[in-house]
């Protein structure tokens, strides 16, 4: 079936690190722009980071400079390193997986950056 599980997420300080990690199955991964979005409660879910299946990345203008993603296609896992963590990062991040016409969802990881 295809499954996106993310795990890495937890409480941390504000300037901290995180690395949140995405694991694919039931798929071709390497076909797949894989991404990263998070929801705040009351707001919207926003796409934070973005990597197509060539390499390429893209950020939202909120984390450039602070976040990195990165994939690697051996382990069908896709990363968001999150670098000078801020209380506004507080959010749930989702993975999300888009192929042909398909996109699909994680179950989404808690981050809460402490001020």
């Known amino acids: 079936q295809v499954q996106l599980v993310e795990s890495g997420g937890g409480l941390v300080q504000t300037g901290g690190s995180l690395r949140l990690s995405c694991t694919a199955s039931g798929f071709a991964f390497r076909n797949a722009a894989m991404s990263w979005y998070r929801q705040a409660p009351g707001k919207e879910r926003d796409l934070v980071a973005r990597?197509?299946?060539?390499?390429?990345?893209n950020y939202a203008d909120s984390v450039k400079g602070r976040f990195t993603i990165f994939r690697v296609n051996s382990k069908s896992t896709v990363y968001l390193q999150m670098n000078s963590l801020k209380p506004e990062d507080t959010a749930v991040y989702y993975c999300?997986?888009?192929?042909?016409?398909?996109?699909?969802w994680g179950q989404g990881t808690q981050v809460t950056v402490s001020s």
């Open positions: 999300n997986a888009n192929w042909a016409t398909v996109s699909t």
């Open positions: 990597i197509l299946s060539t390499g390429s990345t």
